[in-house]
C-alpha cells in the first residue's frame, strides 16, 4: 500500500501533468480561426433527397401494414390450447381406455 500524499505533493503531480498534456494541445486561438477560414459546407440535396425518400418509404410501409387485415380468429370448436402438449405423454396409448364399440342391439332391435 502506498502511503498517503499530502496536498501539495497533488498539487505538483497534477501540475506536472497538466504540462505534459499542454505540449499536444493546440492554442484556442488556432483552432477557432481553423473553423472560420474552412469554407462553409452547404447540405447535400443528394443527402437530403434520400433521407426525404427514406421517410416516405417508412410511411408507405406503415400505411400498408395498417390496412392489411388480420386473419379471422378461429371458431371456438377449432381453438386449441397452446399448451396441450403438455398434457400429452409418452404412454397415453398405454394407459388410454380402450375403443369401444357403441352396442349392436338399439340398432338391431325392431320396435314395430
Known amino acids: 500500500m502506498t502511503p498517503p500524499l ?12 497538466r504540462a505534459a498534456d499542454a505540449q499536444w494541445v493546440p492554442p484556442f486561438a488556432a483552432v477557432e480561426a481553423a473553423l472560420h477560414t474552412g469554407r462553409r459546407r452547404r447540405p447535400r440535396v443528394a443527402l437530403w433527397w434520400a433521407a ?7 410511411a408507405a410501409g406503415a400505411a400498408f401494414l395498417a390496412r392489411r387485415s388480420a386473419p379471422p380468429p378461429p371458431s371456438l370448436s377449432q381453438w386449441r390450447s397452446p399448451t396441450e402438449f403438455l398434457l400429452r405423454s409418452p404412454g397415453d396409448a398405454l ?18
Open 6 to 17: 499530502n496536498d501539495a505533493e497533488l498539487g505538483r503531480l497534477f501540475a506536472d501533468l
Open 95 to 112: 394407459l388410454g381406455l380402450p375403443q369401444v364399440s357403441p352396442a349392436p342391439w338399439p340398432a338391431t332391435l325392431n320396435w314395430q
Open 52 to 58: 426525404a425518400a427514406a421517410v416516405l418509404l417508412a
